[in-house]
């Protein structure tokens, strides 16, 4: 793999100085559709069985404008490789190290950095611990060590205690810390604020604080905004950044988008397009959010929108543009006139996609259990689930949509 070469300047070094930094996408959701991921444990094994996928991944969306090059370790615990039945016989220090490598090797060919990141835990679901929990991300962190990552993102945590800890353990390499939970709104699971979860998390030692997955873009950027003027209420400093999802959830409740009845293999419909990532990229810019990028659901394309429409702002438009007229401006050259017609800016901006499905409403009801962390539903186990588990969740299902 290509060595460690070093970036005329880190992250902080950035953001300090008002500069755009433009994360990737969601890949668990991409190498899922490429058939490289499997929906349900959504762990990263890709990274050791299939290195080319996850490099080429990483490439297009350095091509699409990303100066992030997060290493697929999504799920890379070992309490979570080995879960409900999960037997890879592939080590958690084997992903994260192929992971880093493929990540280091892609950011080396353009001027971006390279993430190690660590998220939730079936250990912490199961009420195992602090010493236990953090172990876990110890275990994670010297790897991301010993590869010399340039900066290190804690994300994808429904708590706000378990990402505290999270920060607590990274911290300890004197590396750059990002801190994004996966929440809207309304809160943790339970009920813990956005503006205070980034207070605490600020406290525990991260540099930089946001949302990342669960909820569109908009909801995101809302959330992250009460993050940030808490924050300065309490007279601390940090930076923002937001990576949410590509799908429209106006109906989502607290859980977000895993409520809804699509999730995971119905989504489809509500995929935002490269004319709403232009929107979200200016609301998150003019919210003082600095670190922009995607979480599931975003593809390269939609990173490509975001580089575009902060281009001004970055002095540059990404590689990837050399393939998109700003606007639909290549149009022009279409054979058919009608489409022709469309190489305009208000065209774009102004439409209103149909889904072509007339019998699907537009809004679904959220199944919305309820069940977090300190609920039975929620332990986690190393054997497969059972025929009565499933019997159970099947009963808890049929009643929950009783309810709404």
Not at 212 to 239: I, Q, R, W
Request: with cysteine; hydrophobic share 40%.
């Amino acid at each position: 793999f290509s060595p460690v070469k070093k970036c005329s300047r880190g992250i902080l070094e950035r953001l300090n100085a008002n500069e755009v930094v433009i994360g990737d996408g969601g890949f668990v959701f991409a190498l899922e559709k490429r058939g490289y991921v499997k929906a349900g444990p959504w762990t990263p094994e890709a990274a050791v069985t299939h290195p080319e996928a996850v490099r080429q991944l990483h490439r297009e969306f350095l091509r699409a404008g990303s100066n992030v090059m997060q290493a697929f370790t999504f799920y890379a615990s070992d309490d979570k490789l080995e879960n409900r039945g999960q037997t890879l016989k592939i080590t958690g220090a084997q992903v994260n190290e192929a992971a880093c490598d493929l990540a280091r090797e892609v950011a080396n060919e353009g001027d971006a950095l390279m993430a190690g990141g660590v998220c939730q835990t079936p250990s912490y679901l199961s009420c195992k611990s602090e010493t236990e929990v953090k172990a876990i991300f110890k275990k994670q962190l010297d790897v991301f060590i010993k590869k010399n990552v340039d900066f290190l993102i804690a994300e994808y945590f429904e708590h706000v205690e378990e990402a505290e800890w999270a920060v607590q353990v990274l911290k300890m390499s004197g590396k750059p810390v990002a801190a994004s939970m996966c929440i809207g709104p309304q809160g943790d699971m339970h009920g813990v604020p956005p503006g205070e979860c980034a207070v605490r998390l600020v406290k525990a030692g991260a540099q930089i604080v946001g949302v990342n997955c669960h909820f569109d873009p908009l909801t995101c950027v809302e959330a992250v905004k009460m993050m940030k003027a808490a924050v300065e209420k309490a007279g601390l400093k940090a930076h923002y950044m937001v990576q949410p999802l590509a799908y429209h959830t106006p109906d989502c409740n607290c859980q977000g988008f895993i409520d809804l009845p699509e999730f995971p293999f119905a989504l489809e419909p509500r995929i935002l397009t490269r004319w709403d990532m232009h929107k979200y990229a200016r609301e998150a810019y003019n919210a003082g959010i600095r670190f922009i990028g995607g979480c599931c659901g975003f593809e390269p394309y939609h990173i490509r929108a975001v580089a575009e429409e902060l281009a001004p702002e970055r002095g540059f438009l990404p590689q990837a543009s050399d393939k998109h007229g700003l606007w639909g401006a290549a149009l022009e050259m279409h054979t058919k006139p009608w489409v022709r017609a469309r190489a305009r800016r208000d065209y774009w901006e102004n439409i209103h996609p149909a889904s072509g499905r007339p019998k699907c409403p537009s809004l679904s009801s959220p199944e919305g259990w309820g069940v977090t962390k300190g609920h039975t539903e929620l332990l986690q186990h190393r054997e497969a689930t059972t025929a009565q588990e499933m019997q159970h969740v099947l009963e808890r299902q049929k009643k929950a949509k009783s309810a709404v």
